[in-house]
């Protein structure tokens, strides 16, 4: 499998996630070409061998061991032309806010703390402070049963913190964004991120937030009336800045996360009777 980028095998996965799980798979391949990318999934196919993409391992809970192929995204093209932004899948959101700001575009302010790459913001529809990936988003190029496609964003199912797009490999997406002033924009940036840290647990390694927001509420509202701020189970804690968040405050595995977020799930039904729906994926 060597043709098709590098392989490492029995790669530890610890800096491929943003929980910082020390977790293992049997074979890591780094893929930089869009047609190497193609080429590899039909081999992995036609071997059936068991395989997922990984972006920067935000919003991803990792098993302790992936008996399968992890496939590493290193797409990072990125042109901008006017006020149309062609970009690689694995070009950082957080990255592309700040590279927009600096050619004066306006519309991705929102992504500037988003720890995600373009390619997992696009599956996920992820957001936060008020916009969404799909906001300015116009098209993407994917990879789709084993040939490379283009959609057109009314061609694509999506709502909030979802897309039809969980079958589809994200190779590039295209933003269309608006002139702006460069000093405003900067300075929204800087009240976003401000922000952030005031609400946010940003000390301790985390995937961001846990649980969809319930129609009309929050959820962090809902785990923090159950007094589970600070709750612990081995090295995983629900974060007390921010309640939809759990850190891996102490080595914590994988199954401290999914038996804290079970946990989380049964007291906020039994409490309210609404049944969390999780953000995060678990592998």
Known sequence: MKKYGKVIKDANLKNYNTYKLDVKCKYLIEVDDYNSLKELI????????KYFIIGNGSNLILPLYYDGVVIK??????SIKDNIVEVGSSYMMGKLA?????????GLEWASSLPATVGGAVINNAGCFGGETFDSLVKIDCLYNGEIITLNKKDIDYGYRYTNLKDYIILKAYFKLEKGNKEELIKTIKEINDKRKKSQAIIYPSAGSVFKNPEGDYAGRLIQECGLKEKKIGGAMVSSEHANFIINYNNASTDDIINLINLIKEEVLKKFNIDLVLEQEIK
Request: proline share 0%; aromatic share 4%.
């Open 42 to 49: 039909n081999h992995l196919k036609e071997k059936e061998i």
């Open 98 to 106: 700040f590279d927009s700001v600096k050619h004066s575009l306006k």
């Open 73 to 78: 995204l290193k797409l990072s093209d990125i």
